[in-house]
């Protein structure tokens, strides 16, 4: 047995320049222990003159040739939720789905026609690492901070992977991602520009970039939005919405810790009171919470090192989207909502992080670590990513897509703050369906350099909770054929 792993990483060794050292043939409770039938990488790539090593997670296209195929990086947002969520429950080839115990191979898998790259970022969050506690000034982020590390890592990873550096690229990613997505593709941007006369630095081929359900103009999107939506479809009484109107009421600084005017706080509580159950990553779905063994804030245990180390056992609303909840004024507890007890159990298993190649000195994973291992520092002024979208215009192509029944980034805000750009409109509105479908899977408009499209009874993690209508969307798009 021995001799044969030998002989296959020898094969590798001739037909990818890939880290054999960071090859994963195999996951545990995924494609019944067989070899998967494409190649997988998980490991680390440093930011250079810092102790932050960046996890990693590769995995090459199935169907078609990985050599030609896109590369699509993919962010997870929080800020400081874990990529690893996408790839166990959104677009990944095997999935956890909410309410479910099993592992089950997907047919919506990213990966099937598309190179997908999952990082884990800042250091602290998921699998990633950084030396937090001797060098904390290096652990303190903002929107900025983190674009430059982001390019820091792709470009790192590069160097692992030479043999995709003509691959097109794509930047993607969703909620908070909003801000990261552009943000990162604004650094890639004045990377290239920079060093365009200058033939021995690597520049990446950056073709656009695709955000769903994202952060992006905070005078729209989130609180002010979610109120709107709340109203429309009926999560609480059609008079509050109405005073908030005669109000004048704005919550557009919530996000920031900015609290409206007294009147416009009360009519708040009365909403939030009222949304308090709701999902708000899917308002037309299960409000998941930890099993009847485990509720919000118990720890589990994993050792490392020969110690013992905890980790949250549930996520909660608060942990994924904590920017949604900064002036929250309601006495109840946020819900958890999050079906990520199974998830988070399975990541932090000995024999997974073995498979990962995740070395003993890094913590235990969490699905969100706002707050607990880094600081963050929200931009000044609610700035915000619209102005990378006005000043990109025409440099490359721009796709966001919404799920329709998102309460955390609802469809209204993001469709008010496109409209707000006032682009042409060069195709109008129209429904879309998939293949061998009638109904009607969401509407689309093109705009002058941006695609603006909705998934129809989609949250707020598309991927999830549509996978054939999503894919259909992305790829499409990808391939600039019809959707």
């Excluded at 874990?82 to 099993?102: C, I, K, N, R, T």
């Excluded at 998830?343 to 070395?359: G, M, Q, S, T, W």
Aim: overall charge negative.
């Amino acid at each position: 047995m021995k001799t044969i792993a030998i002989a296959t990483l020898a094969l590798l060794g001739l037909t990818t320049a890939a880290p054999v050292e960071d090859w994963v043939p195999s996951l545990p409770g995924m494609n019944e222990g067989q070899p998967f039938d494409f190649k997988m990488y998980s490991g680390y790539v440093p930011i250079p003159a810092t102790t932050k090593e960046i996890h990693y997670l590769f995995l090459e296209a199935e169907h078609v040739d990985s050599r030609f195929a896109p590369l699509i990086v993919w962010y997870n947002g929080g800020p400081g939720c874990s990529s690893m969520l996408a790839f166990m429950q959104e677009h990944g080839p095997f999935e956890l789905a909410d309410g479910a115990v099993d592992i089950t191979k997907s047919n919506y898998s990213w990966n099937r026609e598309a190179n997908v790259l999952y990082i884990e970022q800042p250091a602290g969050v998921g699998y990633s690492w950084g030396d937090c506690s001797n060098f904390p000034e290096g652990c303190n982020y903002d929107d900025n901070i983190m674009a430059k590390e982001n390019l820091a890592s792709l470009l790192q990873w590069y160097e692992k992977f030479p043999e995709f550096k003509t691959n097109d690229l794509y930047i993607s990613g969703e909620s908070y991602a909003g801000i990261y997505v552009p943000y990162t593709v604004n650094a890639i941007h004045h990377h290239n520009a920079v060093h365009a006369r200058n033939p021995a630095q690597y520049k990446p081929p950056l073709k656009g970039f695709m955000v769903g359900n994202g952060c992006t103009d905070w005078e729209y999107d989130t609180d002010e939005a979610y109120h709107e939506m709340g109203y429309w479809h009926s999560l609480y009484p059609g008079s509050i919405w109405m005073k908030m109107l005669s109000e004048n009421c704005n919550y557009s600084g919530n996000e920031f810790g900015i609290s409206p005017t007294l009147e416009c706080n009360a009519l708040q509580d009365i909403f939030e009171k009222a949304v308090s159950g709701v999902n708000i990553y899917n308002i037309i779905g299960t409000c998941w919470g930890g099993s009847t063994e485990t509720q919000p804030g118990e720890k589990g245990e994993v050792m490392l090192n020969g110690k013992k180390q905890t980790y949250n056992k549930v996520a909660t609303a608060l942990d994924m989207t904590p920017w949604a909840f900064r002036n929250y004024n309601n006495l109840g507890e946020v819900p958890p909502c999050i079906y990520g007890e199974l998830v988070i159990e399975y990541l932090n298993r000995p024999d997974v992080r073995k498979a990962f190649n995740i070395p003993d000195y890094v913590q235990p994973w969490d699905l969100c670590q706002s707050g607990n291992t880094f600081n963050w520092n929200y931009q000044p002024l609610q700035i915000g990513s619209r102005w990378i979208y006005e000043g990109l215009k025409g440099q490359y192509r721009m796709l966001h897509f919404s799920g329709d029944v998102d309460g955390a980034v609802p469809t209204t805000g993001t469709r008010n703050w496109i409209s707000s750009l006032n682009r042409k409109i060069v195709e109008p509105w129209r429904q879309w369906s998939i293949p061998y479908s009638s109904v009607p899977a969401g509407s689309i408009t093109e705009y002058d350099g941006l695609t603006f499209a909705t998934v129809h009874g989609a949250g707020h993690m598309a991927p999830q909770f549509k996978p054939p209508q999503t894919y259909h969307l992305i790829f499409n798009w990808l391939k600039q054929t019809p959707i």
